[in-house]
C-alpha cells in the first residue's frame, strides 16, 4: 500500500490550498483515512479524519478545512480555506484498516503560510 501526498506550497495568509492524497489500492481497504501535520518544535496533531460515515476536525480547523474523498479516484482531499501562519507544518495524511491491524502513511507534504 502506497499513500501518496501533493498539493503543499507557500501560501499567505488569507490565501487556500488543497492536499491530496492518493491511495495505490482501493480506499474501501481502510476505515479511517485523515491528515496529521507537525510543525517544527511541535507534536504531532490530528488535523482530520474521514470515513465512509462521518467526518471530524480539530478544533483549530474546524470552519476552515474541509476533508472530502473520492472513491472511484482512491483519493482524499483536504481543502484549506482561510490560512494561517499558524497552520504552517508538513502534513502527513495516513490510511487505517478496520479494528487498527494496519496503517499506512504518506511521504508529507510542507505547507508553509506567511504572515
Known amino acids: 500500500v502506497q499513500l501518496q501526498a501533493s498539493g503543499g506550497g507557500l501560501v499567505q495568509a488569507g490565501e487556500s490550498l488543497r492536499l491530496t492524497c492518493a491511495a495505490s489500492?482501493?480506499?474501501?481497504?481502510?476505515?479511517?483515512m485523515g491528515w496529521y501535520r507537525q510543525a517544527p518544535g511541535k507534536e504531532r496533531e490530528l488535523v482530520a479524519i474521514?470515513?465512509?460515515?462521518?467526518?471530524d476536525y480539530a478544533a483549530s480547523v474546524k470552519g476552515r478545512f474541509t476533508i472530502s474523498r473520492d472513491n472511484a479516484k482512491n483519493t482524499i482531499y483536504l481543502q484549506m480555506n482561510s490560512l494561517k501562519s499558524e497552520d504552517t507544518a508538513v502534513y502527513y495524511c495516513?490510511?487505517?484498516?478496520?479494528?487498527?491491524?494496519?496503517?499506512?502513511w504518506g511521504q508529507g507534504t510542507q505547507v508553509t503560510v506567511s504572515a
Open positions: 489500492v482501493s480506499i474501501f481497504s481502510f476505515n479511517t
Open positions: 495516513y490510511a487505517e484498516t478496520p479494528r487498527r491491524t494496519e496503517t499506512y
Open positions: 474521514i470515513t465512509t460515515a462521518f467526518t
